[in-house]
Every structure is written in structure tokens, then in C-alpha cells.
């Protein structure tokens, strides 16, 4: 995806989509789950937030100097919402523990996105 409207757009979307999954386990999930399973969701909730503020960086670092780093972060951070917060998600609802083994991929994703966003910072267009 290229340029504002492209991951500017998706940071946007999934900023939403965090704001209503946080609501969702403050009043949906209270109660229904154990606090150390809320707490888990919790986690997913916050990391899915700030790296869907990643993305609107990326956004507009994609607009100022795009390049091949700055799209490799906006994917890198995608992926990870999906497989880190993703897997957090489905682990609450579901019970199913063996989720954790998945989720530090979701957070190398992040911390490759993180890294990419920074060369594509340094490198001259």
C-alpha cells in the first residue's frame, strides 16, 4: 500500500476496531472471563492501539519518503496485530493456552516493523 490513504487509512481502521474491542472487554467480558484471561485481552487491546498508531506513521512516512522499508513496517505491523493481538483475542474467549506459543511472532513482526520504520527514517529517498 502506498501513500496516506493506503496505511494512513488502515491505522485509522484498526484504531477504531481497538477502541471497540477495549469496550468490548471492559462491559462484554467482565465477568464472563477470569481477571488473569481479561487482563490477557487486555494486553492484545493495548499493543493492537499502539501499533495501529504505527501504522498511521507509516502512513505518512510512506508519504513524505516511500520506500520498500516503509512498506515492509506498514505489513510487518498488520501481521503482528493480527498474530499477537489476534491470538490474545481467541486465547480469551476460547480458553484455548496453547495461543501463547503463537504470539511472539506477532511480536517479532512488530519489532521487525519497528526496525524497517527506522531505516526507511534514515535512508534518503
Do not use: D
Not at 487482563?39 to 492484545?44: A, D, N, S
Not at 511472539?104 to 535512508?123: M, N, S
Amino acid at each position: 500500500m502506498r501513500g496516506i490513504n493506503g496505511w494512513f487509512g488502515v491505522g485509522a481502521l484498526l484504531a477504531g476496531v481497538g477502541v471497540l474491542l477495549g469496550a468490548f472487554g471492559a462491559h462484554g467480558l467482565k465477568g464472563r472471563v477470569t481477571p488473569e484471561l481479561l487482563v490477557i485481552f487486555e494486553t492484545g487491546v493495548r499493543y493492537q492501539l499502539f501499533h495501529a498508531l504505527g501504522l498511521l506513521s507509516v502512513g505518512w512516512a510512506a508519504t513524505r519518503a516511500p520506500s520498500t522499508w516503509i512498506s515492509v513496517a506498514g505489513w510487518a505491523f498488520a501481521l503482528g496485530i493480527a498474530i499477537f493481538s489476534g491470538s490474545l483475542y481467541v486465547m480469551t474467549v476460547t480458553g484455548a493456552r496453547w495461543l501463547g506459543a503463537i504470539t511472539p511472532i506477532g511480536g517479532l513482526a512488530f519489532l521487525t516493523g519497528w526496525a524497517c520504520l527506522t531505516v526507511g527514517a534514515w535512508r534518503k529517498p
